[in-house]
């Protein structure tokens, strides 16, 4: 009885612990833009890129950006690789090259790439991807020579990469840079995410305090685009 009587004191403490937290958490307004649902949704159920002016935006951009900074996204081995939870066992440049190989010629298309093509087709995005891998393939080697075209770019999401991905020579001055671009932007959970929850931002030099006045607080938490990497 004791033992059951302690077990519920427990319980209902740490109950009260959550509650507490959750009651003094605080909220920011997270813009959300027509790319947002790239971070927080199933790529393969993402029907957005899937369009091919968004498909062609996204790569504008990531050669705007560079391709070559972009590399860590994707997890490769020999015979297989991980991209957004994405698992597909093959070899990745493998792929690619039969992918292109394989466009427009059924007469060599085995199953998968039959309906991998078809798929394309039938979403009216068969072109742009075939673009965008022939493009790609072209520069395996050196991705940074390829040349953006500026009209089909999308600046925010640029700087967004720039903010996630070009931390090479991170300091407190592009830190401070870069929490006035996410605040520009609208994106202030994110702002606040930069000066409280995530780890490279973590040992610099930063009036946060001061800073977190700067943004506007809502009652309601918003997924972030500069998500926490602290947890």
Known sequence: MNKLLTLNILILLLVS???KEKSESE?????KTSFFDLRNSDWTKNTWIRK???LRTIHESFK???????????FKSDNEFLIQDIYIKRNFENLMDSLQLTYNKPEIQ??????????????KNDSIVYEILKELNSVKLDKKRLNYEKQFVNDTLVDLLKIEFDNDNLNS???NSDFDILKKYGFHQSAYN????RAEYSELNLDREKLKKELTKT???KQPWLIDNEN
């Not at 705007?64 to 590399?71: H, N, V």
């Not at 085995?110 to 979403?123: H, I, Q, S």
């Open 173 to 175: 001055e592009k830190a």
């Open 27 to 31: 909220f920011y307004a997270e813009n």
């Open 194 to 197: 930069l000066l409280f929850e």
């Open 219 to 221: 009652k309601e938490f």
């Open 52 to 54: 091919p002016e968004n």
């Open 110 to 123: 085995t199953k998968y790439y039959a309906e991998f093509w078809n798929r394309r087709k039938a979403e």
């Open 17 to 19: 612990c959550v509650n």
């Open 64 to 74: 705007k950006f560079g391709y070559d900074k972009l590399e860590n996204l994707i």
